[in-house]
Antibody, heavy 119, light 106 residues
Framework: EVQVLESGGGLVQPGESLRLSCAASGFTFSSYAMSWVRQAPGKGLEWVSGISGSGGNTYYADSVKGRFTISRDNSENTLYLQMNSLRAEDTAVYYC????????????WGRGTLVTVSS | EIVMTQSPATLSVSPGERATLSCRASQSVSKLAWYQQKPGQAPRLLIYGASTRATGIPARFSGSGSGTEFTLTISSLQSEDFAVYYCQHYNNWPLTFGGGTKVEIK
């Protein structure tokens, strides 16, 4: 079955760090670009960061640039998001999402993992 | 950054009726997608390239438009279609979404 499964969410205090993981299965992971998309409680969707299939190109929303780092391990079929200096406004469900070949839309989504930043 | 604006925010429609959702881009785009999201679920890709249905998407969903004005049409609403719909451009970075249109039962 083609799927992605996120993990690593939780409750952290402002200023702390957290690393999210996304395990992919059922497709050739290294052939596809991937992204993280988040959704604050009761709000809309916000793209956070993307990475090419090889990992050589990375992209960030201005809201997380300099604080978050996206990476991937193609030998382990896993995508990561290292989140540092977390703020209350980073509280959201974080989705891992796959891009189809040739398009930067999202054709496969995980169930999401909740990150709560609160003191 | 390209700003995507969706209207209306909420659309009340009776089952079997047609629903027309709008998405406007702050500058011309050629690459646009539509998603459906139900409560407690991840989004699902409906349309990409403005008008191409994704795999497994019923023919009652259609996308149209170009430049700055795009439309998602649901020809005859089924009970499972009541949800929130988002548009997203992917012309350049950053990728951005519209604020969503909630389609509710009238």
């Amino acid at each position: 079955e083609v799927q992605v499964l996120e993990s690593g969410g939780g409750l952290v205090q402002p200023g702390e760090s957290l690393r999210l993981s996304c395990a992919a299965s059922g497709f050739t992971f290294s052939s596809y670009a991937m992204s993280w998309v988040r959704q604050a409680p009761g709000k809309g969707l916000e793209w956070v960061s993307g990475i090419s299939g090889s990992g050589g190109n990375t992209y960030y929303a201005d809201s997380v640039k300099g604080r978050f780092t996206i990476s991937r391990d193609n030998s382990e079929n896993t995508l990561y998001l290292q989140m540092n200096s977390l703020r209350a406004e980073d509280t959201a469900v974080y989705y891992c999402a796959k891009h189809p070949t040739g398009h930067w839309c999202f054709d496969l989504w995980g169930r999401g993992t909740l990150v709560t930043v609160s003191s | 950054e390209i700003v995507m604006t969706q209207s209306p925010a909420t659309l009340s429609v009776s089952p079997g009726e047609r629903a027309t959702l709008s998405c406007r881009a702050s500058q011309s785009v050629s690459k646009l997608a539509w998603y459906q999201q139900k409560p407690g679920q991840a989004p699902r890709l409906l349309i990409y390239g403005a008008s191409t249905r994704a795999t497994g998407i019923p023919a009652r969903f259609s996308g149209s438009g170009s430049g700055t004005e795009f439309t998602l049409t649901i020809s005859s609403l089924q009970s499972e279609d009541f949800a929130v719909y988002y548009c997203q451009h992917y012309n350049n970075w950053p990728l951005t979404f519209g604020g969503g249109t909630k389609v509710e039962i009238k």
